[in-house]
C-alpha cells in the first residue's frame, strides 16, 4: 500500500495566514491616511449632525430673500457640474449677492475658505470686503464680496463661502447660505 501525500490541510492553513497578512497590511495602510472633514458648513461633522434641520431653514431663508453668484466665467463638466476656469496669475475674484425682495435691510458678514477637494493640507481661510452697490433700482440693492486670492498651484480648489445675513424686518431672523464653487486653475 503506497501513502499519498495530500496538501490541502497545508492550503487551508496557508489561506488562513494570507487573509491575517491581508488584514494586517490594510491596518496599516489605512492609518497612513487620516480621514478628510468635510468642512462645508464650516463646523464638524458633529455639531452639523446635531444641528442639520436649524442649517437647513437658515440656507432655506437665505435662499428666499438673496441669490449668490460668482463672477467668473464657467462651464460644465463630464458629470454636468459647473466649474469656474480662473488662470494662474489671476488673483481676485468678485461675488455678487442679490437681494430678491425690496426694500429688505440687512448687515451681512461672510467667510471664505479655499481648500483642495480631499485635503485639508492646504486649507485657507481668506478676507473679505462687501461692498454695497444699490445699481438702477435704489429699492433691491446689490452686494460685491470681493477677495484677494494668494497665488495657486495649478489644479482643481473649491472656494467653500458662508454668507450670514442679519434681517432687520421686525421678528430679526437670521439667515445663513453655504455655496461651495469648484475652480480650476489653468
Known amino acids: 500500500m503506497s501513502k499519498k501525500k495530500t496538501f490541502w490541510p497545508y492550503g487551508i492553513l496557508l489561506s488562513l495566514f494570507a487573509i491575517v497578512l491581508a488584514c494586517i497590511a490594510t491596518i496599516v495602510f489605512a492609518s497612513q491616511y487620516p480621514v478628510y472633514e468635510d468642512k462645508v458648513y464650516f463646523q464638524t461633522y458633529q455639531e452639523v449632525d446635531e444641528n442639520i434641520n436649524e442649517i437647513r431653514a437658515k440656507q432655506e431663508i437665505f435662499e428666499k430673500f438673496f441669490s449668490v453668484s460668482l463672477d467668473l466665467n464657467s462651464s ?99 439667515a445663513v447660505g453655504f455655496y461651495t464653487y469648484e475652480i480650476f486653475v489653468r
Open 76 to 174: 460644465k463638466d463630464k458629470k454636468g457640474r459647473v466649474v469656474y476656469d480662473l488662470n494662474q496669475d489671476q488673483n481676485t475674484l468678485r461675488f455678487v449677492l442679490k437681494d430678491k425682495i425690496e426694500n429688505i435691510s440687512s448687515e451681512f458678514s461672510a467667510e471664505l475658505l479655499l481648500t483642495r477637494p480631499h485635503t485639508n493640507e492646504q486649507d485657507a481661510k481668506l478676507g473679505l470686503e462687501i461692498l454695497q452697490n444699490t445699481g438702477i433700482n435704489s429699492n433691491v440693492k446689490e452686494h460685491f464680496i470681493n477677495v484677494v486670492l494668494p497665488r495657486l498651484e495649478k489644479g482643481r480648489w473649491q472656494l467653500q463661502l458662508k454668507i450670514i445675513a442679519d434681517k432687520d424686518d421686525g421678528i430679526n431672523t437670521q
